[in-house]
T-cell receptor
Framework: NAGVTQTPKFQVLKTGQSMTLQCAQD?????MYWYRQDPGMGLRLIYY???????DKGEVPNGYNVSRLNKREFSLRLESAAPSQTSVYFC????????????FGEGSRLTVL | AQSVTQLDSQVPVFEEAPVELRCNYS??????LFWYVQYPNQGLQLLLK??????LVESINGFEAEFNKSQTSFHLRKPSVHISDTAEYFC???????????FGQGTRLTINP
C-alpha cells in the first residue's frame, strides 16, 4: 500500500543549484500532479500530466520543468533554484474514475538559501 | 473557471465544542466537491466528497458537509471536536472531465483543551 511516494523528503539548496524531485505511484493512475504549498496560499498547481507522454502547465510553472518518465513516475526539476521556490512540494495522482479525487504523497520540504 | 474561498484562515475552538469550517465555490457548471485534511507534517488525505445524490455527506470520524447549490457552499461541520482533529482543512472543487482540482487557501483548526 505504498500509494504515492516522493523523494527526497527534505532538501536544502543554494541559489542557482539544480535538483529533481522524484514521484512514483503504484495505483495505475493515468494523471499525476505537482503542487506547491505556501502559508496562506493553499495548494497551487505547478504542472500536471494527464497521461503518459503528456504534460501541461498549471498555475505557477515558471522556474520548473517536469518529465513523465512512464505511467508510474513524474519528476519535477528546478534548473536554477531561487529563494522564492522555498516551499513544500506535493505530488499527487488522480483516481481514474474521473471524479477528481487526488491521492497525495507526504511532501518534500525544499529550502533555497 | 472554478474558484474556492475558505472564509476563515484559522478557527480556534475548545475540545468537545462544535465547529463549522466554511467553504464557498464558484462554477458555472455542476461540480464535485471535496474536503481534504492535512495533519502536521503529513500530506493531504481525503476527508469526504460530494459527487452526486444526497447533499449531506459524512466521514468516518464524525465530520459532515452539506452541499448547498443555491448558496454555492460546502461547509464542513462536526458536533464535538477532539484534540486529534487539530489539522489544516482544505476545500476543493472539480468539474466532470476536468484535469484539475482547485483548492481553497486552507483553514487551520486548533483545538484547545
Amino acid at each position: 500500500n505504498a500509494g504515492v511516494t516522493q523523494t527526497p523528503k527534505f532538501q536544502v539548496l543554494k541559489t542557482g543549484q539544480s535538483m529533481t524531485l522524484q514521484c512514483a505511484q503504484d495505483m495505475n493512475h493515468n494523471s499525476m500532479y505537482w503542487y506547491r504549498q505556501d502559508p496562506g496560499m493553499g495548494l497551487r498547481l505547478i504542472y500536471y500530466s494527464a497521461s503518459e507522454g503528456t504534460t501541461d502547465k498549471g498555475e505557477v510553472p515558471n522556474g520548473y520543468n517536469v518529465s513523465r518518465l512512464n505511467k508510474r513516475e513524474f519528476s519535477l526539476r528546478l534548473e536554477s533554484a531561487a529563494p522564492s521556490q522555498t516551499s513544500v512540494y506535493f505530488c499527487a495522482s488522480r483516481d481514474n474514475a474521473n471524479t477528481g479525487e487526488l491521492f497525495f504523497g507526504e511532501g518534500s520540504r525544499l529550502t533555497v538559501l | 473557471a472554478q474558484s474556492v474561498t475558505q472564509l476563515d484562515s484559522q478557527v480556534p475552538v475548545f475540545e468537545e465544542a462544535p465547529v463549522e469550517l466554511r467553504c464557498n465555490y464558484s462554477s458555472s457548471v455542476s461540480v464535485y466537491l471535496f474536503w481534504y485534511v492535512q495533519y502536521p507534517n503529513q500530506g493531504l488525505q481525503l476527508l469526504l466528497k460530494y459527487l452526486s445524490g444526497s447533499t449531506l455527506v459524512e466521514s468516518i470520524n464524525g465530520f459532515e458537509a452539506e452541499f448547498n447549490k443555491s448558496q454555492t457552499s460546502f461547509h464542513l461541520r462536526k458536533p464535538s471536536v477532539h484534540i486529534s482533529d487539530t489539522a489544516e482543512y482544505f476545500c476543493a472543487v472539480s468539474i466532470e472531465g476536468a484535469q484539475k482540482l482547485v483548492f481553497g487557501q486552507g483553514t487551520r483548526l486548533t483545538i484547545n483543551p
